[in-house]
């Protein structure tokens, strides 16, 4: 598909402000209110299905033969699928577009919601309003497990497509937006420069008439009077003068004042050339970005109120029941729901209508951003610009081979008329030399456009990808089994309400986390390198005290350590790691390179998975997360460049350049030290 397939969505859209940010942002909080409502339902999951969370062996008698993997088959299959759509997903997005790609991803999206709602309507099983909690069909947990894991990897495989496509999208709107600006600055000087060269020809003009009219005078005035001719004239020349010093003085005050002026302009405009160029940019990926920590915590709050809605009538009926129920869990060794939730306020019933009310929520957020986008998205005009430009020197490539084709064709015709001049064999072979070269050139051009990537951006694609991994250890293990961590804040004997409170609480605390990294990653101070290095350096060493000092601190220390870790995670590398990938590469590998970076550090989720899983205690939890991050640190140093104040047109016109088998000549401000890594750097030398 070309570029020009999307005519009707190229038309540029003025600068972007936060709310059609958040707008955008729209696919990133239905995914993240859904995806992350694997950890936040789970105690909802294990009330419903207890035999499904037993710590006991698989026993096929049972509802579920296999506890350990039918849980975790939901954290494994949405990680999987998500691993495969930034990838497969990416990649078309850089041939298909912007928009097709984002119309791609929400229909997988709302197919993957709509299968969840199916499964919870379904296959949930036939519970009873029976307080005590004693259903006697709570179906086939392994099968509803199952249904569910497989919607998940389809829903994983559009969250996978989103993350690529709203970066990207994001950060090429701030671009045309950038682009727009320095064509009005532009215009504005055209305009002050023009102004100013009619205001000193009106002056000119002005000296001059008045000069005439003093001659005239001074002419007069001899007519009229010969003997008092020469004072007369000592005092008309002096007034001529003095009019003329007058106007002159004024034409040479304005010129002065105007350069002053014109100086003072070019000094602002080169400031504001770069600030200009990345006042925006980093900001809005990022505010794009907070709606995953938006979707978030808004799971987090319906599902605390949906609980204290219901909790008051459950608490009625189980008040006189509720000693009983207390010692029969104290001395009922047979009770396979060994876990800490305490659900003497709400029957199974309550539990499954709150579950579907989750998830039809969701549901309905995506369908919007469907049909929203269908109405109203735009292509973007970055990445149109950028396809119909590389189209147009592939057609000069074809004309240049075809042109050497039928240059050869009329040099055997010449040859076989018979006569060719002695004097130009020499230029011949210079000229075949010369042609040897530039078919050279032409056939490392003719590599594919993967190896010149990974040749000349390589380093990068490394940095973006093992950084994101790393934070994914540390984050999204952090995440995914997040109803653990919260039962070390909470209490052994949280109640659901509590538990959906707390995390609701560090939801909140870590979109101030999102605001904040908005607020200063595009100050040149301060830009995306330092911001991802110092979040690293923070968080890691808050999850070390954590780990190394959980039994010496309270409760209350260690909850404000977590916090604070959150806070820090999204102020950093959980911002910085999404908004890189989405600058340091060209507009033709943006998508993909992206896409390759979030698949990483979907890896990592996966592997923390896995180590969490059988961490054994909570201390080594953090320490897991804090080694993680500083190795993170580390790496960020080493393959990140800093492009806080690079223009992105330039990566794409070095990329051309690379393409075209020129790469050497581009010597513009992309390849300077001060926006590359140090590896880079160290590559230069």
């Known amino acids: 598909m070309t570029a020009n397939s999307s005519d009707a969505h190229t038309q540029s859209s003025p600068p972007s402000d936060n709310s059609t940010a958040l707008w955008h942002g729209l696919g990133l909080f239905g995914e993240s209110y859904l995806l992350f409502s694997i950890g936040t339902l789970r105690p909802l999951w294990e009330a419903l299905y207890p035999l499904c969370f037993s710590n006991e062996d698989a026993d096929p008698a049972t509802s579920c033969p296999h506890p350990y993997l039918t849980y975790n088959s939901l954290s494994y299959s949405v990680v999987l699928g998500v691993m495969l759509g930034m990838v497969i997903v990416g990649t078309l997005a850089g041939r298909i577009g912007r928009r097709n790609g984002s119309l791609l991803t929400a229909s997988i999206m709302v197919a993957g919601a709509a299968a969840l709602v199916l499964a919870s309507l379904l296959l949930a099983g036939n519970f009873n309003n029976d307080d005590n909690n004693n259903n006697e069909d709570s179906g086939r947990p392994d099968v509803l497990f199952m249904v569910m894991s497989a919607a998940l990897f389809i829903f994983g495989i559009g969250v ?9 999208l994001a950060s090429e709107r701030a671009m045309a937006a950038m682009k727009e600006r320095r064509r009005l600055e532009e215009q504005q000087e055209q305009d002050r420069n023009r102004s100013r060269t009619n205001m000193s020809s009106s002056l000119v003009e002005t000296d001059l008439m008045s000069s005439r009219l003093l001659k005239t005078a001074n002419n007069d005035g001899n007519n009229k ?40 302009n070019n000094d602002s405009t080169t400031k504001n050339t770069s600030s200009s160029k990345t006042l925006t940019r980093g900001r809005e990926v990022i505010v794009v970005f907070s709606m995953q920590g938006m979707g978030i915590l808004a799971n987090s709050l319906i599902l605390t109120f949906l609980l204290m809605l219901t909790k008051s009538k459950g608490q009625q009926q189980n008040d006189d029941d509720d000693d009983n129920n207390q010692q029969q869990q104290q001395g009922d060794d047979d009770d396979y729901n060994n876990n800490s939730y305490t659900n003497h306020y709400h029957n199974q019933i309550t539990l499954l209508y709150i579950w579907r009310i989750i998830y039809a929520i969701g549901l309905a957020i995506l369908i919007y951003v469907l049909v929203s986008r269908i109405r109203h998205l735009n292509e973007s005009e970055v990445w149109t610009q950028d396809r119909l430009r590389r189209d147009e020197e592939e057609l000069e490539r074809q004309q240049q081979r075809q042109q050497k084709q039928g240059g050869r064709l009329e040099e055997g015709d010449g040859d076989a008329a018979g006569f060719v001049p002695p004097s130009i064999f020499p230029q011949d072979k210079k000229v075949k030399e010369e042609n040897q070269q530039k078919q050279q050139q032409h056939e490392q051009q003719q590599q594919s456009e993967t190896q010149l990537l990974f040749k000349h951006y390589g380093i990068r694609l490394f940095g973006t990808s093992i950084t994101w991994l790393l934070w994914d250890i540390a984050f999204y293990g952090n995440k995914l089994f997040q109803s653990t961590f919260l039962l070390a804040l909470t209490g052994e004997n949280a109640t659901l309400t509590q538990i959906s409170g707390a995390s609701a609480i560090n939801a909140f605390v870590a979109l101030l986390g999102y605001y904040a990294a908005a607020l200063i990653v595009d100050k040149p101070t301060i830009g995306r390198l330092r911001l991802q290095q ?40 959980n911002c910085t790691t999404f908004l890189i990938p989405a600058e340091v590469f060209p507009t033709e590998m943006r998508t993909v390179c992206h896409g390759i970076s979030a698949s990483a550090g979907k890896l990592g989720a996966l592997i923390a998975s896995i180590l969490f899983t059988f961490a054994k205690t909570d201390s080594a939890l953090f320490l897991i997360s804090g080694y993680t991050s500083f190795a993170a640190a580390i790496f960020t140093f080493l393959t990140i460049p800093d492009l806080t104040t690079l223009d992105l047109y330039e990566i794409d016109k070095q990329w051309r350049m690379i393409l075209n088998g020129s790469e050497y000549e581009y010597d513009g401000a992309a390849v300077g030290p001060r926006h590359l890594s140090y590896l880079e750097r160290r590559k230069k030398r």
């Open 225 to 264: 009077d010969e003997v008092k001719g020469s004072s007369s004239n000592d005092h008309h020349s002096w007034q001529t003068t003095t009019s003329r010093s007058g106007n002159m003085a004024q034409i040479e005050q304005y010129n002065v004042t105007q350069q002053s002026q014109s100086s003072t």
């Open 160 to 168: 996978g497509g989103e993350y690529p496509l709203s970066a990207s």
């Open 534 to 573: 110092t979040g690293f350096v923070i968080t890691g060493t808050l999850f070390l005290i954590c780990g190394f000092l959980s039994e010496n601190l309270s409760s209350t220390t260690l909850v404000i350590i977590y916090l604070g870790s959150s806070f820090f995670g999204q102020c950093g590398p």
